[in-house]
């Protein structure tokens, strides 16, 4: 079975940064676009980033693009999302999610979803 595990999120200030990272067992990485998404209260589950198995290409919600960067390190079965001058409207929590087919990550269709983590950005 293949599992996806997020960490890296917490309490920061505005204007602060945090890296989010997911990790991926049980199936060889390379295989996999990836993504994240977040949700916060009261609102629907809203795309972040997304990027392609080799990673050359990415893509970015208007909300973050400048802002963040999403990478990942297929040799770790990583994904990381960096996140940097962050405003209290990034509260939420982080989903990261995986599959072998790009389009359903963009749409948030993914296989392979994450128990998400939790960043609060305070004012």
């Known amino acids: 079975q293949v599992h996806l595990v997020e960490s890296g999120g917490g309490l920061v200030q505005a204007g602060g940064s945090l890296m989010l990272s997911c990790a991926i067992s049980g199936s060889p990485f390379s295989n996999y676009a990836a993504g994240w998404f977040r949700q916060a209260p009261g609102k629907e589950r809203e795309f972040v980033a997304r990027?392609?198995?080799?990673?050359?290409?990415?893509k970015y919600a208007d909300s973050v693009k400048g802002r963040s960067t999403i990478s990942r390190d297929n040799a770790k079965n990583m994904v990381y999302l960096q996140m940097n001058s962050l405003k209290p409207e990034d509260t939420a929590v982080y989903y990261c999610?995986?599959?072998?087919?790009?389009?359903?990550?963009?749409?948030?269709?993914?296989?392979?979803w994450g128990q998400g983590t939790q960043v609060t950005v305070s004012s």
């Open positions: 999610t995986a599959d072998t087919l790009f389009s359903r990550v963009l749409h948030g269709l993914g296989e392979l």
């Open positions: 990027i392609t198995p080799s990673g050359g290409t990415t």
